[in-house]
């Protein structure tokens, strides 16, 4: 007989396979916990994370990082559209241009943007638009996100306002691009620039951030100075920067005019595999909630108290507060929210459980932020695959 | 494939000079140990044997890894197309129409349904 090695993957999709056709009841609970087999990989700078694509790389957080209020730098997930993305850089030679329609060209180095300008900080989440999109129903192409396209960050670095006020915003300026090192392999391949309106840029909490946790920049999260839009999706926090244009009238671009749109629409959504008539730029993220303890399918005991714990987060509106059901959203109770951060930060949430009964439990969370914006119980579709925040049902077992 | 060596080339010399552009210095700073580089690791893809696995490796690699393709939803031929072309239209991938139906032939074979 001929014995073939058992490997890792074997023992995954077995465990898949048991799953699948087992009564849930009656497995064993180290074969439970196996609920994601994709493969691990290690960056320069990065933890293991999830490997989804190698080169650009983008590299998803592994759930059990988001039992910390703050992302550890090593484990923040990795995103990049074009594959020529820097991996060598002299501090002493790079430079962040700042002009277009102002009265000077600024050409400000790294010690310049600590030196010269207050250093703000704060906490923010940084959330990829596609963050969940392998949930979307029917299947949508492009980065299959679970849920660990996001991670909660303090910032520093100098205000957007401040540099762009010091190079002097000339009258009839309409939106502010932004360009960092990363470039296509072919010449046709569009460059990643993406724009904000003027009056955005402007905002008190736009920074062009030099410091992450207190530390430099990853380089593979943008080292050495980043744009941060607090409360947006991060496709417009545009990494290793160096060109910051003011312009005279809308940016046209690829990554502003065909890519990152949702519907036109209230939801942002449309039927499922509908297609949209109009659609416009993404950008503030929407309200949502996760459940990060207990983990999925794991294995609990009658009468024994376990916290469901999770997080919560908006587009920059902060988290009133938190219900949780553990009855596949029957009955909601309210959950303890953890300490604050500020509105752009994520908030911890728990509620203590005691389970009287054994049997298979649907549990739901659902948060609500300080204007009223919620979480929809059915998942809101749009052909891309952005602004997922469903209240996802969480099955665990309690015998 | 001449057309094609040429154009890996260009990707490697490309990705070298990425970062070279910082721009002339205003007032030069010496920093002690400023250079700051990383080295990407080699990971490794297998795509599935089947006609048409070269092309598809050779011509997607240009501007991607291959498993911007392993880990996609598998999509019915409508969906590839539409990629495919995509990848020609939106992003100048140099694939003729020919080896565009090759190339959309084997991703729906290998990675794809509701054939």
Redesign the interface.
């Known amino acids: 007989m001929e014995h073939k090695r058992f490997t890792r993957r074997d023992f995954l999709k077995t465990a898949g396979a048991l799953t699948a056709m087992t009564v849930l009841g009656e497995m064993p609970l180290d074969l439970l916990a196996a609920t994601d087999e994709r493969r691990l990989?290690?960056?320069?700078?990065k933890t293991d994370l999830i490997?989804?694509?190698?080169?650009?790389?983008q590299l998803e957080t592994p759930l059990k990082y988001f039992k910390e209020l703050i992302t550890p730098n090593d484990a923040l997930f990795v995103r990049w559209h074009?594959?020529?993305?820097?991996?060598?850089?002299?501090?002493?030679?790079?430079?962040l241009?700042v002009g277009g329609n102002t009265e000077q060209e600024l050409?400000l180095?790294l010690?310049d943007l600590r030196v010269r300008f207050e250093k703000v900080t704060f906490t923010a989440v940084i959330q990829c638009a596609g963050n969940g999109r392998?949930f979307f129903e029917p299947?949508?192409?492009g980065?299959?996100w679970k849920n660990g396209a996001m991670g909660n960050v303090t910032w520093s670095g100098a205000r957007l306002k401040d540099i762009l006020n010091q190079a002097g915003i000339k009258a009839g300026s309409v939106d502010v691009s932004f360009n960092g090192?990363?470039?296509?392999?072919?010449?046709?391949?569009?460059d990643f620039i993406k724009s904000l309106p003027v009056d955005k840029a402007l905002e008190d909490d736009m920074l062009i951030a030099y410091e992450m946790n207190g530390q430099?920049l990853t380089?593979?999260n943008g080292?050495?100075a980043r744009l941060i839009v607090p409360g947006w999706y991060a496709t417009y926090w545009v990494k290793s920067l160096?060109d910051i244009t003011v312009l005279n009238k809308s940016f046209e671009e690829?990554w502003m005019k065909?890519a990152y749109r949702i519907p036109d629409t209230a939801c942002g959504c449309v039927p499922p595999g509908a297609k949209p008539q109009k659609t416009i730029p993404i950008h503030r993220m929407t309200t949502r909630s996760l459940i990060i303890t207990p983990e999925e399918r794991s294995g609990l005991k009658a009468n024994k108290p376990v916290d469901i714990m999770g997080i919560a987060f908006s587009g920059g509106y902060g988290i009133k507060d938190v219900v949780v059901s553990t009855d596949g959203g029957r009955n909601w109770v309210q959950a303890r929210l953890g300490k604050d951060l500020g509105k752009y930060s994520w908030t911890q949430w728990s509620y203590p459980w005691r389970p009287k009964k054994p049997g298979t439990y649907t549990l739901m969370a659902k948060a609500t932020d300080s204007i009223g914006g919620s979480q929809p119980f059915e998942g809101l579709w749009n052909p891309s695959g952005y602004l997922w925040n469903k209240v996802e049902p969480l099955t665990v077992v309690v015998r | 494939m001449k057309k094609i060596t040429m154009l890996m080339t260009t990707v490697v010399l490309s990705t070298g000079i990425a970062y070279a552009q910082g721009g002339p210095s205003q007032k030069p700073e010496t920093q002690p140990g400023a250079v700051r580089s990383i080295t990407l690791p080699a990971v490794r893809i297998e795509l599935k044997e089947g006609e048409g696995r070269v092309k598809a490796e050779t011509f997607c690699n240009i501007c991607h890894s291959t498993d911007y393709i392993t880990t996609q939803p598998k999509f019915p031929l409508a969906q590839w197309t539409a990629t495919v072309n995509k990848m020609i239209k939106v992003y100048g991938a140099p694939i003729s129409e020919e080896d565009a139906k090759i190339i959309t032939n084997y991703l729906v074979t290998n990675y794809g349904a509701g054939n």
């Open positions: 990989v290690r960056y320069p700078e490997l989804l694509t190698s080169r650009p790389p074009i594959a020529n993305i820097p991996t060598s850089i002299d501090v002493n030679q790079w430079r241009k050409q180095s010690s392998s299947r949508v192409a980065g299959q090192l990363d470039t296509g392999t072919l010449p046709t391949v569009p430099p380089m593979l080292f050495p160096t690829f065909s």
